[in-house]
Every structure is written in C-alpha cells, then in structure tokens.
C-alpha cells in the first residue's frame, strides 16, 4: 500500500533556511515498498544476489522503479536475523553487488540500489559502470542544477525506502540495520540521518554538508547553495553519525565536514586519515567493517576523541574511549598553505598518559589534529582510528582556488 506524498519536488526545489523536511513525507518513506524480481535483462547477474526492482519515492505524481540487489549470508542465521547493511552508491557508481557479497561474507544482510534510474549491465574489475537506463526513465546525473537537484532530493528518498525494504525482509533484525555511503551517497546518508531515525549507524564515507566552506579546490564548493545540502537538514539528526575523511580530497573539504559533524547532535564519532583512496572501494575499507561491527555486531567500538586544546605550544585531547587499547598516537599535521587537495601532511608521534593524549606542535603547522589507532592491518597500515577535531591555524579563504580537477558540475547560484 502506498501512500500519497504529501510534498513532492515540483520542478526546481529552493534552498530553505530552515529545515522543514519539506521535500520528503517520512510516514511515505517509512512503508516497505512493493517490490518484484526484476525481468530477464535488467542488471547484471551475479551469485548470491536477488536482482529487484521496487517502487521509488513519488515526484512530480509518478514513482518511478529503482533497481537493487539484496543479498543473505550463508552462515547460519541469528537468533533475531541477520544485522544488515543499506548501501548508498557514489557518483558514476551503481549497486554494486561486489561489495553487497563482501558484506555478506561478513554476516549482513544487504541492499544495494542504483539511484541514477538505472541498471548495471555489467561491472568491471576497475568499478567501472556499464549501465542501462531503465523502460520509461531517464538518466539524470547528481547535481546542483534544478534537474540534477530533484534528482538528489529523489535518491534520498529512494535511500530510506531501500531500508525500509530491508527491515521488512522476513531474515533482517530490524533493530541492528547501518547505512553506508559513498562520496555522493554520502551526502544522501547526511541527509537520511535527519529524515531516519531507525538506523543504529549511518557512515559518510568522505562527504558531508557546508560546501560553501571549501577552499575552491573541491568540485563540491561548486554546489554550495544546492536545496540537498546537508547543512539545512544535520541539526535535525537523529540516527547515530559517524565521519569518515581524508586530507587531500578533490570533492570535500576538511573545513566543511568538521562544520557538518559539529553541527549533527548524534555525531558518534569521526575519523580523518591522511591522503585517503576516494572511490567506491571505500566500501571494503577496514575503517568501515569496524564501525559497522561495534554498532551491530557486538564489536568494539573504535578510540574517541574529545575536542583538542592547543596550549603554550601542545596539542592535547581527553581520550573518552581507548577501543580495543591505544596501539599508536600520533598529530597529524601539515605545513603548507596552499590549496587543501595540494597540502603534504605528516606525523607526529603522540603520548598518552592519565587518559589523555597530547603532542608539540610542530613550528609553523597550518593543520593539525590528534589520531588514535587500536588496529594495524594485514598490510601493515593503520586505518583504524578516533580523530580529534582540526585546529586550523591559518585557513584559506573560501573559494580562494579553483577547483584541480576539471569538474562538470556548473556553479549553483545562491537565491
């Protein structure tokens, strides 16, 4: 049974200076959708995954189908069911029913959609899309521009229908159910964390909200007065948050998403790691499977941070949780001042005593924060940790670069 939307985006939707939630109608979004298997043809086949089409959240007085895989483990199942996992794709991503297996392998439950009102044809190694626009859609790309914006407000939605579908499956524990997203995908979990308060975590894996306090240098800044942008919506959060960045990124800013964590009142927990990979991978990254089994399987939760102090030359932070023990402190810092994609970050070692963790900041540092790590991987290299909050001792203005990359996104004009 469906339910009438009561708003719905009607050609372009305007930024609001408050957050009403106007674009969206929670009773509509919190009803598992209808949903079928999908017909011969329509996303790629893959083992282990039910390839399904359900109906999307209404816009402009249709709905349109979104495609999405869903997918079991094959261990046995708990006494409650299986936790499960809501995955929100990036840009030029899909549902990629890869990383739903991994996930899988892990013991969750998963669903997976493509939110571009497509399918995947097929999937290269390297994530590379092959798509296939579904009958009687049509491909719209994520964006700042009046289409492109509804197109975002639409997937948003999408996302949280994706989850009620989920916890409606006769197999999910319905009170041990995340969501992660990717780039794009976590800009809509930005969002859902206002409008879903039924999730036990929510990761943003490298976006946020506050575009505008980049540096120019990210393709987001672009998108700075879009109506989707997180910051009218992360002080209404209610589902557990938490971050995940990286120094270097060529889309976020380090500003913006410390604004965007400051700003959500149920912000768990943020982690920064120095020139982090941005790409779908980011699905399988080590960082994630920890948050993910500390919120839903009974993990340990990762070292956590209380706001640094910078005094007569240290850096120090109230270490509020230890994780699994603190294996390696260290100030993260960098010196440069040019633009935040092109700055050169380095390490410090850290002490930790009496429950706190402090550190000499290095002469002439422009950036700098504190990392607690409980786990080093296989590899060798440390993911797993708490981040303090940045200290910026000299920022760069606003929109001072442009932006490294070519970006196809056009400049969103402020109303």
Request: glycine residues 10%; proline residues 6%.
């Amino acid at each position: 049974m469906f339910f009438p939307a009561q708003n719905t985006v009607t050609q372009a939707p305007e930024a609001a200076s408050e957050n009403t939630l106007k674009y969206w109608n929670r009773e509509e979004l919190y009803q598992a959708p209808a949903w079928r298997d999908a017909d011969d043809g329509i996303g790629e086949a893959a083992e282990g995954q039910r390839r399904i089409l359900y109906q999307g959240m209404e816009m402009e007085g249709r709905r349109d189908e979104v495609f999405a895989y869903v997918g079991y483990p094959s261990s046995p199942m708990p006494e409650n069911g299986y936790p499960g996992i809501v995955m929100v794709q990036g840009g030029e991503g899909t549902a990629y029913h890869s990383y739903a297996r991994y996930w899988n392998s892990l013991g969750y439950a998963t669903i997976a959609m493509d939110l571009y009102n497509s399918c995947p044809e097929r999937i290269e190694p390297s994530d590379l899309v092959h798509r296939k626009t579904l009958p009687g859609q049509k491909f719209v790309e994520f964006g700042g521009s009046p289409e492109a914006s509804a197109q975002v407000i639409k997937s948003i939605g999408n996302a949280v229908l994706g989850h009620s579908l989920l916890r409606s499956l006769p197999k999910v524990d319905v009170g041990r159910i995340g969501m992660v997203g990717i780039s794009w995908g976590s800009v809509f979990c930005s969002v859902v964390a206002a409008l879903d308060d039924r999730l036990k975590i929510i990761v943003p894996v490298y976006g946020h909200g506050f575009n505008e306090l980049g540096d120019g240098s990210q393709s987001f800044y672009r998108m700075a007065h879009a109506p989707w942008d997180p910051k009218y919506y992360l002080h209404e959060a209610k589902s557990p948050l938490h971050w995940i960045g990286g120094t270097n990124d060529a889309a976020f800013s380090m500003l913006a998403m410390q604004r965007s964590y400051d700003e959500a009142p149920t912000t768990r927990n943020h982690s920064y790691l120095i020139e982090l990979l941005h790409g779908h991978c980011g699905y399988r990254f080590p960082l994630v499977r920890r948050i993910m089994d500390g919120a839903l399987q009974d993990g340990v939760p990762l070292p956590r941070l209380g706001k640094a102090v910078c005094q007569d030359g240290r850096m120090t932070a109230e270490i509020l949780e230890r994780g699994r023990g603190i294996a390696k402190a260290v100030l993260s810092y960098t010196q440069d001042e040019c633009e935040c994609v092109k700055r050169r970050w380095h390490e410090a070692p850290a002490e930790v005593q009496e429950g706190v963790v402090s550190a000499v900041i290095p002469e002439g540092a422009t950036i700098a924060y504190l990392n607690l790590f409980d786990q080093r991987e296989e590899d060798g290299t440390w993911n797993c940790c708490g981040s303090s909050n940045a200290v910026f001792f000299k920022s760069v203005a606003p929109g001072a670069y442009r932006a490294t990359a070519q970006s196809r996104y056009p400049v969103v004009q402020e109303e």
